[in-house]
């Protein structure tokens, strides 16, 4: 059987996973299909079952081998799963429980990939009646791709995943989740669900937002052809994140709105701020500031590109 | 002789710049050092004098091939040439044309890589006598690096080169840059200085305050490690310019302060707009701001990609 390495640089098989027989994904997705076909490239034998909403998604994730199986009823894409991934946008994750929830077999793990974890606690505790087995996580990777469309096998490799354990989350439930995204070849990390909507609001949401928001302002000028036509990769790189999923930072922007609204004030200060210096030719405090935000970038991506590169290695 | 295609597909040989005997590169940073070792790697084969303020950096320009000759002097480093391209700076940009005057021949083409183009003609205006041989200059490319040792032959590859002639420029001199620059590979379009830095204000500066301003914000906040920690490539590009040299850009800011506080403000009013949509659960205008900035972004930079490939093929 093939195997993996593991973030300890030991090998771990997917025969570990021999109590997952079957395993379901509702929503396929960049997130949910990359999921699939991550595990089915690293050896992973048992079935899975893919639900979306419309026929074309399923017959695509079925021509590009990521799933086994296709249905547009939640009912019958759990029914006998070991596992089941939700992979919506954060709005779609409750009336996704509600579907599912008749036909979850006892002691199906609920995962999903969602990028804001209190919400999605709060719905499976309101919709289930027992969430031991309940595993929050968060793939902390993305493109600016989505759809099945942009399905990659390698999507997860190197990166962090997140798991955010209630109280209760039986320690069984969570080595399983824990082994499946090894075997995607991510970094399986534990956080409680305050701190990562905190982080995440700071790392992601905002700067996702910001660059939504530069875009459409652009976007609404006059100069906006200029603007593209006479652009560079500083440009590109900084509204790359603009060209994501609508709909799906809608959700985050509304899951998360407390923690992201906060950070947003925080930024409009900070510009107000950057703003005086340059109107005031203020140039100390203006050298000071840019010299403060390049030293600790440059410090800190090194560390952290150094540190993953040890994992990996 | 080497030669190299120009922006309409034919090929333009080195030959017509045999009028460029010697060329002066003051400031053999990143802008200066990459144009010279472009010429270079394209079949220049006049002499390519360095000026710079450290024996350092001179040293590893000679040591890299990329000058000829090298000095701290800057009236030494213009001797004879017939072109000098200034590459410091913005605010370097007087004391450098003030230096360079008593020792400039009769005829010899002034240009610069400076980001505005508006505060270098006041100041070629203001310090020398005739400006018929003044060609501002500016190519949209860089990287997060600088200094000699990111020197890079390829850098202006495939990338706009905008000129913003003045009235009186004489139009051989006009063609001589032209020239030179497509020898680097770019595309060389004119537009007037106050476009320019309009245009760049939006597409460039505004983006680059910002990155250092997000950065410098979580650099100061507690969560500063944390943030890093758990962050992806979507952080990574987002932040990526905030690593630019604080010095040039804090000069640039206060070089284009009056275009710069302008779009911060639109930005600031913005992002409050926005903040606000969050904090409302506004789904639907949230919805349609990203998809706004979404399809905006895919369409043109598709269009400009295209348009791209095609001048290069």
Redesign the interface.
Known sequence: MKSVDDSDGHSISLEHLKGVERLAIIGTGLIGASFAAALKKNGYKGHIAGCARTANTLSKALELGVIDSATTDYTEVVAGADVVMLAVPM?AMRPALEAIKPALSAGCIVTDGGSVKGPFIADARAVLDDCTHVVPAHP????EYSGVGAADAGLYRG??V?LTPLEESHPDAVLTITQLWRACGAFVETLDWQ?HD???S???H????????????????P?????????????????????????M??DI??SN?DE??EI?????A???H??DL??Q?D?EN??A??????T???K??D??DRAKRAQQS
Chains 1, 2 share one sequence.
């Open positions: 709005l902390i990777a993305g493109k990166h962090t997140i701190t905190r982080i995440l700071a790392t992601s905002m700067p996702h937002v910001v660059a939504f928001a530069v875009v459409d302002m652009l976007a609404r000028s100069a906006c052809e200029d603007v593209f036509r006479y652009s560079a990769g500083g440009f590109r790189d900084f509204t790359r994140i603009a060209s994501g999923d609508p709909v930072w809608r922007c509304l709105g992201i609204v947003l004030d925080s930024l409009t900070q510009l107000s950057v703003r340059i109107g030719g140039a203006l050298q500031l840019f010299t403060n935000a390049k600790t970038r440059d800190l991506i560390k952290y």
